[in-house]
Structures are given as C-alpha cells and as structure tokens.
C-alpha cells in the first residue's frame, strides 16, 4: 500500500508539473532557435518583460521595507493592543482570501479615471490605472501578506530577550535592529524576498483587470502570454512562458541554497 500511494504521488508529480514544463518546452523550440529568438525579441515581447522587470523590483523593494516594518509593529509593538493587532493581521490576510481579479477591480472602482481619486491624479499629471503606477498597486496588493508572513514566525521564535537587553544598555532603535534583530531575520527576510519574486512575476489576475493589457504600454510578461495564446501565436507564448519558468525554477534553486546556508549558521 505503501509503495501504492508513492507510485501515485510522482505519478501527480509529473502529471500536473513536470508534463506542463516539458510541453512548454518543447512548444517555445518547436520553430527551432530562430523561432524561440523571434519569440522573445519582438517589440511587444521585449515591453513585456521590461515592465515585470520594472513592477518586480519596485514591488519587492517596498514589499521588503514595509513588510518588515509591518512584522516588527505586529509581534514587538506594546503600544497596539490586541484588538487592533488581530484586526491588523486580518488586514494583512485580506489578498490571500480575495480573488486578485477582485482586488484589481477595487482599485479600477477607486483609483480608476471615473472615479474622484483618479480624476485628482489625472489632473495632476498621474495615471493610475491603465497604467504602470496601477500595476504595482494590483501587484502590491497580491504580493504584501508574503513579507510580513514570513518574517513574523522568526521575530516570535528568537523572543525579544536580546533586544530588550541591548535597549538596556542604551543601544538606539536602529543600533539595535542591525546588529541584533537583522542578523536572527535576515534569512526569513530572503526567504520573502525569493517568494515575492516569484509570486510578482507570475501574477495575472490583477494586473489584467487594471493595466487593460495595452500592447506595447501596460502589458506584462504573463498578460503577454494570454494575448499570444488568444491569437494563436502558442509558439511565441510558450516562448515566453518558458523564459519565466526558468526563471522560477532558478529561484526555487535560490531558496535550497538560502535554506542550506541557515542550516550550516
């Protein structure tokens, strides 16, 4: 029975994993590497990839500098109270239990050209949605429970012993966070970092509802990919498709080699 259930488990293994990466494959070279090239140099392509490019890195970054401030208030701050520290976790919670499709509609219905928010931006010279700032607000709102997540475990296993003894002997906030907090996080804060990545790069949902998926202006590598297998153009899309697996797959090996690294410390 034993040797049953294992059988089962690399048989869905391979079926709902490896047999996808395969077909994706063996689809981006199936004009050869002319094809595979043409795939990934064209205009809209290499738009495509800019902008997640663009929305990866401005997303981790504030992800990264936020969320971390958010673990901190959460687990250390004695000046929230319960109430409002469980109402901030359920907060936090929010896009994991919300459709990204739902989340992108509420910024179109509240940052959106019709709407008075976004008629104050326009008027200012700023776009919102159907735009890149838009993008990473969809992103963003996706992507920010991960950090926080991941860092808050860490910060209520190490205690605050440490700190409090550091603080003692007259240590300043930041001091304190650099040489004693940083050095005991900073593999769950990798751990979110690699996660954030991976999660920004292969978002859909949200950034299609609010960029519009405008070709050439607001579309990403993944609403690229929608388009291409939309018209037909399944090679360019697995083409696409491949160069962003690959690029997860190079993270997931990241996390082994940041997981063996905590190990060895």
Do not use: C
């Not at 790069?201 to 998926?213: H, I, P, Q, R, Y």
């Amino acid at each position: 029975m034993r040797r049953l259930w294992i059988t089962l488990t690399y048989l869905v293994f391979a079926i709902l994993l490896i047999a996808p990466l395969v077909k994706i494959f063996t689809g981006a070279w199936k004009d050869g590497i002319d094809g595979f090239i043409d795939a990934l140099t064209r205009p809209q392509s290499l738009h495509a990839l800019m902008m997640t490019g663009i929305i990866v890195v401005i997303v981790t970054l504030i992800n990264t500098l936020f969320g971390v401030m958010l673990a901190l208030y959460l687990v250390r701050a004695q000046w929230l109270g319960p109430k409002l520290k469980r109402l901030l976790n359920s907060i936090v919670d929010l896009p994991f239990a919300v459709s990204p499709v739902i989340g992108g509609l509420m910024i179109v219905l509240i940052l959106g050209p019709n709407t008075v928010i976004g008629s104050l931006f326009e008027d200012a010279g700023v776009k919102i949605v159907y735009a890149l700032p838009g993008m990473i607000l969809a992103t963003l709102f996706v992507t920010f429970p991960i950090m926080v997540r991941e860092v808050m475990p860490v910060l209520q296993e190490i205690g605050a012993q440490q700190e409090e003894a550091a603080s003692t002997l007259g240590a300043y906030s930041w001091y304190t966070f650099w040489k004693v907090t940083w050095p005991s996080i900073r593999w769950g804060v990798i751990y979110g970092v690699v996660l954030t990545v991976a999660r920004s790069l292969g978002e859909f949902g949200a950034v299609l509802v609010v960029s519009g998926n405008i070709m050439n202006k607001t579309q990403t590598a993944t609403t690229l990919v929608y388009q291409d297998v939309e018209n037909f153009n399944v090679v360019a899309a697995n083409g696409i498709a491949l160069v962003l697996a690959a690029f997860s797959v190079g993270l997931l090996l990241l996390m082994e080699w940041a997981k063996k690294r905590k190990e060895v410390h």
